[in-house]
């Protein structure tokens, strides 16, 4: 079940909170309906529920705050807006990527498919999908690692009335099961008809907590729905036929040729305009909605009045009439002393029809408010103050209960299986292939017009790196493909669409330089070999032969574009922008190879071109299978400019990462 004690969001400046101590409960197999017009602070409960969002309360789902669930996407499904992901990801290869992010099977992809009725369309893409396949691809991101519990915001916006249907019949089916359900809706007959809950906010605030049966009786009235052309003439008739018959009748002017008639039947209706010779082209019963802050209606107007506490002598109704009412009541409400008298309560209000309002909203809006928050915690000490005469009430204020503790946002929870889960990311999608593409095509051809200029080295001709460009297109691929890996469009799902953060996790980022280090090593290897091939066909043998150093520079070449594709990672990792990964790996030979080479000229440095033998002085003991050759070839790659300047922008960037991520843990 799901527990909401205090949830108050943060207030901005002068203005009241969106949210002000809102309380409820939601058991296990039911479900329940969260209701409340557009900006009563539905979704904002959610987030605070979800910890999206700062604030106060607290909110325990089977008896566990958000934050101490090991696994939170196990125990809460989310569905908030619309499925975050890729366009042009297929509807199957973005659940299994999800299935990495949850740890649970693969299979389970294809069950929750057949579970909302997605099969058909298993490989579509995202951004093809209608608005209500769009829905039932969220349920199934929801029920994906099987939670107890679902929080769905707004789940039937937009779908018609087949689509809901069939929407509710899933929440009811999983409720059935035991398991817990919380949805918002905007729309009084829909909580009604899908819910055994309601919870009705409005302005922020809880104004019910009931039965749907309750609400129902409460909140929705019975109307007669009519569409005529004569609707003035028909109401006019309707409402002459009340006043004749002494009955309380309300006929209100729709938009259109339609009337809504409250209080009376299809056939008096129709029978009036039978009688009347008026034309009727729709007469239905349909069930009106009264809105969040309304009152009982008629019918209960009545026994109100009679409630001796409420210091009433008698029955008498009083007019209901909205905006465009034309009818009206018997006569003895028209003109009468009694219609315009106000009815006294002890508690020195005043009743208005079925309404109350205080009769001094200064003097007793502290003790309105105190009694509402202690609704849900104490209530028999709120009963036991409500007895207190107004005197004692004065002499002994009551203190106000301390506030909630404070609501933190925390980042999402990094996947399970990250590894798989990088996998699937990147392979999910064809950018990562058109790009491989693009950049062997570019580098052939600029193989091709550096051999045709003539007085480039074999080295460069090779790697398709002319003089005047800072990288050569394989490494510049390299570090966009690693931009990629947190870009803004694979912000990692676990639990919900509006997570807001990227994670930084340990785990995550060694999938990430892994997946990053093997596809760089790949374009590396493939640009070569293109290269070489398209110089072959071109301009024969003699431009292609092996230089005699192949070793050296074959580490120097996998280490440029792998360190291209690491800094590409770090950089969107720390800064959340792909353009700001590409930039950092484009600044590393624009501005950071100026200032090694210059700090290389300088006399205190100039001795380093003789590392590499001094190092096999210092190194007494030969190491086997001839490993100093090795240590010496990275230290000679390391020397260079270029990979002088690669290493320490890869060291910046990861101390940088790493400081972040510890930052945020100590938040």
Request: with cysteine; glycine share 10%; hydrophobic share 45%.
């Amino acid at each position: 079940m799901i527990q909401a004690f205090g949830l108050t969001s943060n207030s901005r400046k002068d203005l009241s909170p969106a949210v002000d101590d809102v309380s409820f409960e939601a058991r296990a197999g039911r479900v329940t309906a969260l209701l409340g017009a557009t900006g009563a602070g539905k979704t904002t409960v959610l987030r605070l529920m979800l910890e999206l969002q700062q604030g106060r309360g607290l909110t325990y789902f089977r008896g566990r705050p958000l934050h101490r669930i090991a696994h939170p996407s196990r125990e809460v499904g989310v569905l908030m807006g619309d499925v975050p992901g890729h366009p042009a990801r297929t509807v199957r290869g973005h659940l299994r990527m999800l299935c990495a992010a949850a740890g649970v099977p693969v299979r389970r992809a294809d069950e929750v498919l057949e579970v909302v009725g997605l099969v058909s369309l298993r490989e579509e893409r995202l951004g093809t999908l209608s608005r209500g396949m769009d829905r039932r691809l969220g349920l199934a991101c929801a029920l994906l690692p099987d939670p107890h519990t679902l929080v769905l915001d707004d789940p039937a916006e937009g779908l018609s009335t087949r689509e809901s249907h069939w929407l509710h019949g899933m929440l009811r089916a999983h409720a059935a099961q035991g398991g817990s359900v919380l949805f918002t809706t905007c729309e009084p007959k829909e909580a009604a008809r899908a819910a055994d809950h309601v919870i009705t906010l409005e302005q922020g605030r809880l104004v019910a907590d009931q039965e749907a049966a309750e609400f129902a009786r409460t909140r929705l009235r019975p109307r007669v729905a009519v569409r005529t052309p004569h609707a003035a003439r028909l109401a006019a008739l309707l409402a002459k036929e009340a006043r004749t018959a002494h009955r309380s009748v309300e006929v209100v002017r729709e938009v259109g040729n339609r009337l809504s008639v409250y209080g009376s039947t299809c056939a008096d209706v129709g029978e009036t305009a039978f009688r009347h010779g008026v034309l009727v082209h729709q007469l239905a019963d349909e069930i009106g909605d009264m809105g969040p802050g309304a009152g009982p209606f008629p019918g209960e107007a009545a026994e109100v009045a009679q409630d001796p506490r409420a210091g009433a002598t008698g029955p008498e109704t009083g007019e209901l009439l909205g905006d465009g009412a034309l009818g009206v009541a018997g006569p003895e409400m028209r003109g009468g002393p009694a219609a315009h008298d106000d009815f006294a309560s002890p508690s020195g209000s005043h009743m208005r029809g079925a309404r109350v309002v205080p009769a001094d909203p200064e003097a007793h809006g502290d003790q309105l408010l105190h009694s509402r928050r202690n609704t849900h915690s104490a209530p028999a000490e709120v009963s036991g103050h409500a007895a207190l005469s107004p005197a004692t009430a004065s002499r002994a204020p009551v203190p106000l209960p301390p506030l909630p503790p404070p609501i933190s946002v925390r980042s999402a929870p990094s996947p399970l299986r990250p590894l798989r889960y990088e996998l699937r990311r990147a392979a999910g999608i064809g950018t990562g292939f058109l790009t491989g593409a693009a950049v062997l095509v570019t580098s052939a051809l600029t193989a091709v017009l550096l051999a045709r200029v003539g007085h480039t080295p074999q080295a460069r001709l090779l790697a398709a790196w002319p003089r005047e460009l800072p990288l050569p297109p394989a490494a510049l691929g390299a570090g966009l493909l690693g931009a990629l890996a947190f870009g803004d469009e694979f912000r990692h799902p676990a639990l919900a669409a509006d997570r807001g953060t990227v994670p930084r996790r340990q785990g995550l980022l060694t999938a990430k330089l892994v997946v990053a280090a093997v596809t760089a090593l790949v374009l590396a290897f493939l640009a070569v070999g293109c290269d070489a091939q398209v110089l072959y066909l071109v301009y024969g043998r003699e431009l292609t032969e092996v230089p005699a150093d192949w070793l050296s520079l074959s580490a120097s070449w996998f280490g440029l574009v792998v360190g291209c594709a690491w800094a590409g990672v770090l950089a969107a990792g720390i800064f959340r922008s792909t353009t700001a990964g590409l930039a950092a790996v484009v600044s590393v030979p624009i501005l950071v190879v100026p200032l090694v080479r210059k700090a290389l000229d300088g006399g205190s440095v100039r001795a380093a071109a003789g590392l590499p033998a001094r190092l096999r002085e210092v190194l007494l003991l030969q190491w086997p299978f001839g490993g100093e050759r090795y240590l010496a070839g990275a230290v000679r790659v390391v020397a260079q400019p270029v990979g002088g300047a690669l290493t320490l922008s890869l060291t910046a960037l990861l101390c940088a990462y790493l400081l972040t991520t510890l930052r945020s843990r100590v938040r």
